[in-house]
DNA sequence: CAGAATCCTTAGAGATACTG
DNA sequence: CAGTATCTCTAAGGATTCTG
């Protein structure tokens, strides 16, 4: 028997994780959410809107071209709002909407995670039969 | 002047999203973390241990191939435990190790948030300019 | 300035077959 | 059963150029 709800409760989370309901969307969308031009835009554009080139600069090793494809997704799933104003030279800003700035929280709870135990992991990683 | 820490607090979290101290390696975590077949993994592993074929069998997708790389990567980063037996044939359990554990809360986190946004998402894409 | 289009290169991942 | 090793192939992504 299987439900469609995924209970935040630790304990109970895996038997609804692989059901395969609805599993394949989410990992989908995780796909998207995990990605790490995703995480980068949404960490860059949480302190305000933001112009395309300010993104660039900001980013740091995104290439033009990733960049563009990263915001137009972003925008299409409802989570980045594009603004153009019809100058020239054109401007472009982006900000996050009210879907966007809901995933800074679980995003920066990861983040949190990350950082919190980075030194656990390295360690493992040293200490691991035959490390590279 | 940038701080190494990362607030929980949404408002300031874009701060040193990017400040590139540490960044690098928070994505390059993130990278794993958010792969998909690891958090299958994840997820899978958390009712309990489990061999092989039957994360093969429950996981629905993964290639052998995958399946073993991503294992032994969470091994390495002391996210999984890996045991095996030394009979014939072989027998190898994966358990999620305390650390491995720890990672349910904010990707389960995640998880409920693209169920609860999923709807969001798809009326956005549905209502985007020409939405292929 | 923002973005579209093109080319080109590689790493990721599937399929398959072999081994302890 | 679990894992390794190859081979192959696609497609993600970088660099570059062009346009409104």
Redesign the interface.
Known sequence: MRRR????D??K???E??N?D??R???Q???R????WT??VV?????GPMRFNMLMR???GVSHRMLTLTLRGL?????VKRTAYPTIPPKVEYELTE?G???????????????R??P??E???AS?PD?A
């Open positions: 709800t995924l209970h935040l630790a304990s989370v895996g038997a994780w692989q395969g609805d599993c969307e989410i990992l969308l995780l796909d959410i995990g990605d790490k995480v980068m960490g860059a554009l949480t302190p900001e980013i740091d925008a299409q799933d409802g989570l879907l700035r809901s995933l800074i929280e679980p995003l920066s709870a990861l983040a949190a995670w990350v950082t135990n980075r656990a992991i360690k493992a990683r691991f490390a």
